[in-house]
């Protein structure tokens, strides 16, 4: 554990095993599983050394002192969890989705693979890492602009269905690995230097962003 670490754990104490168990049944889960699951370290944190799937287990929290999961980490649909910056780093892919967040205060600070957080009411992208090692996925919030926005972007980017989100101009400059999702969305201009690996996809009746995305030499895909 970093330096850093160590400071923001002695923040708050530690949770001990039975903490871990009180938990864990309150979503059907016993002792065995949290043995199983976490592995504990001498200075009291843990890891999770494979996925950890929290879909849909009306947790509330995260276990304080959790600072890794290697694998894929859902917390997906748990409209009442509040994020609390554990764990720290998510190995594989982060799927956060349908949980009603307005930020993303509290989400790791580090993820190897995508980032999923489509069905929340997320009004800010700040917090968001500089890059993103594979689908970043926007869908269905209330962003109005993209401000803070990863600027490296190794998979596709997905921003359908955000009917408030008028302004894509922190999308200049921003490394798309492959495809832009701009379906159902009220904004009409995309701003030119955007390095898109596959095509843009909007709706036929989005016909000013339709116009301009072509007029700036895009690939646009036309979908009804």
């Not at 330096?3 to 309150?26: C, N, S």
């Not at 998510?90 to 190897?112: H, W």
Request: glycine share 10%; aromatic share 8%; charged share 30%.
């Amino acid at each position: 554990m970093s330096t850093e670490e160590q400071r923001e754990v002695e923040k708050e104490p530690l949770w001990i095993k039975e903490d871990y168990i009180k938990w864990a049944e309150d979503f059907g889960k016993d002792e065995a599983w949290v043995n199983e699951t976490f592995k504990f370290q001498l200075d009291g944190t843990t890891i999770v050394e494979g996925d950890l799937n929290l879909l849909s287990r009306k947790i509330k929290q995260l276990p304080i002192g959790l600072m890794e999961v290697k694998g894929d980490f859902n917390i997906s649909y748990n409209p009442s969890l509040k994020l609390n910056e554990y764990p720290k780093k998510v190995g594989g892919n982060f799927l956060c989705m349908g949980n009603n967040f307005l930020s993303l205060q509290g989400i790791p600070e580090e993820v190897g693979k995508g980032i999923y957080l489509s069905d929340n009411k997320i009004l800010s992208l700040l917090g968001l890492p500089e890059k993103v090692m594979g689908d970043l996925y926007l869908t269905h919030n209330q962003l109005e602009n993209l401000d803070g926005i990863s600027k490296e972007i190794s998979g596709k980017l997905e921003l359908d269905d955000n009917n408030q989100l008028t302004s894509l101009e922190a999308l200049k400059g921003v490394e798309i690995g492959r495809n832009l999702w701009l379906c159902d969305i009220p904004a009409t201009t995309i701003p030119a230097g955007i390095e898109i690996g596959g095509e843009i996809f909007i709706r036929e009746y989005q016909t000013d962003l339709i116009a301009d995305a072509e007029r700036k030499g895009y690939q646009v895909r036309i979908i009804s």
